[in-house]
């Protein structure tokens, strides 16, 4: 039985990871700083470290096949950049990994990772995903587009009877549920591909999404559209008078609402019906 460590496994993605792999028969090891955060999950082998600190990682790696990431900041809450984070904790990772028998690392990026640098917390994870491709183990990126739960602000707005977005509302994308993500992961554990993109099944306009959440919530839609120049000021004068903490989430969250996010389509699981379990 081939043997998975998947660090970050306390998040939203690493739960579904952990359950996917023992769906499809690999021996999971959780590595966590909190155990109790598992919430019950099953798993065969719990490691507890912090990935931030390179000294707790020492023998994580007994006999490990298969290493996968998910680390990274979301929203802030301490002191740690995105570069202590998306960068330099996988690179802990990365480097413990070289040491051992690991034959293979899996990091999940972004969607358009390349083309959104010069955001800081894409700037970091891009900056990881160059020091894996040129570190002679062998990997696979995960190029993901942003997941459901991302879309709960649209469900939030439309329950208060309005929706706000940029633009004509016309930008495309396909969000992704967390298990239908983790099981391509899985599907692809074991292949050559290094690098993949993936999204949601149901390809949707800005607008539409915000259809299906008027729907979900029981009410007309009423949707305004912002124009692109007020997006424009408004992240400028976030990035000029509040630290990273603040603007980082905000410039990457303003920025893809403002663009298509398009990846090929995979999955069961449908936006309309998460947004219904969340009334």
Same mark, same amino acid.
Not at 236 to 245: A, E, N, W, Y
């Given at each position: 039985?081939?043997?998975?460590?998947?660090?970050? #496994?306390?998040?939203? &993605?690493?739960?579904?990871? !952990? @359950?996917?792999?023992? =769906?499809?028969?690999? /021996?999971?090891?959780? *590595?966590?700083?909190?155990?109790?955060?598992?919430?019950?999950?099953?798993?065969?082998?719990?490691?507890?470290?912090?990935?931030?600190?390179?000294?707790?990682?020492?023998?994580?790696?007994?006999?490990?096949?298969?290493?996968?990431?998910?680390?990274?900041?979301?929203?802030?809450?301490?002191?740690?950049?995105?570069?202590?984070?998306?960068?330099? #904790?996988?690179?802990? &990772?990365?480097?413990?990994? !070289? @040491?051992?028998?690991? =034959?293979?690392?899996? /990091?999940?990026?972004? *969607?358009?990772?390349?083309?959104?640098?010069?955001?800081?917390?894409?700037?970091?994870?891009?900056?990881?995903?160059?020091?894996?491709?040129?570190?002679?183990?062998?990997?696979?990126?995960?190029?993901?587009?942003?997941?459901?739960?991302?879309?709960?602000?649209?469900?939030?707005?439309?329950?208060?009877?309005?929706?706000?977005?940029?633009?004509?509302?016309?930008?495309?994308?396909?969000?992704?549920?967390?298990?239908?993500?983790?099981?391509?992961?899985?599907?692809?554990?074991?292949?050559?591909?290094?690098?993949?993109?993936?999204?949601?099944?149901?390809?949707?306009?800005?607008?539409?999404?915000?259809?299906?959440?008027?729907?979900?919530?029981?009410?007309?839609?009423?949707?305004?559209?912002?124009?692109?120049?007020?997006?424009?000021?408004?992240?400028?004068?976030?990035?000029?008078?509040?630290?990273?903490?603040?603007?980082?989430?905000?410039?990457?969250?303003?920025?893809?609402?403002?663009?298509?996010?398009?990846?090929?389509?995979?999955?069961?699981?449908?936006?309309?019906?998460?947004?219904?379990?969340?009334?």
């Amino acid at each position: 039985m081939k043997k998975v460590l998947v660090a970050g #496994a306390t998040g939203y &993605l690493g739960k579904h990871l !952990l @359950k996917e792999l023992k =769906k499809q028969g690999y /021996y999971t090891i959780a *590595l966590v700083r909190n155990p109790g955060k598992l919430d019950g999950i099953e798993v065969d082998k719990i490691l507890v470290g912090e990935v931030t600190k390179p000294e707790t990682l020492n023998g994580i790696y007994p006999d490990v096949d298969y290493t996968i990431s998910t680390v990274g900041i979301t929203r802030q809450k301490d002191s740690l950049t995105y570069m202590d984070v998306d960068y330099q #904790a996988n690179m802990n &990772l990365l480097e413990a990994a !070289l @040491k051992s028998t690991v =034959k293979k690392f899996v /990091y999940v990026s972004v *969607l358009n990772g390349r083309s959104l640098k010069d955001l800081k917390m894409v700037e970091a994870k891009e900056g990881f995903v160059e020091a894996l491709q040129s570190s002679g183990l062998n990997y696979t990126i995960i190029r993901s587009n942003g997941f459901f739960s991302d879309m709960k602000e649209v469900l939030e707005m439309a329950k208060k009877g309005k929706v706000y977005l940029f633009g004509d509302g016309e930008f495309k994308g396909n969000p992704i549920h967390g298990a239908d993500l983790a099981e391509f992961m899985i599907d692809h554990l074991e292949t050559d591909d290094t690098e993949l993109d993936v999204g949601g099944p149901d390809m949707m306009t800005q607008n539409e999404i915000a259809e299906v959440a008027f729907r979900a919530a029981g009410k007309s839609p009423k949707i305004s559209h912002v124009p692109i120049w007020i997006k424009n000021l408004t992240l400028m004068l976030i990035r000029f008078f509040s630290g990273q903490k603040t603007y980082g989430p905000m410039e990457f969250f303003m920025t893809v609402m403002t663009r298509d996010m398009v990846a090929p389509q995979f999955g069961k699981y449908h936006l309309n019906e998460y947004y219904q379990d969340k009334i």
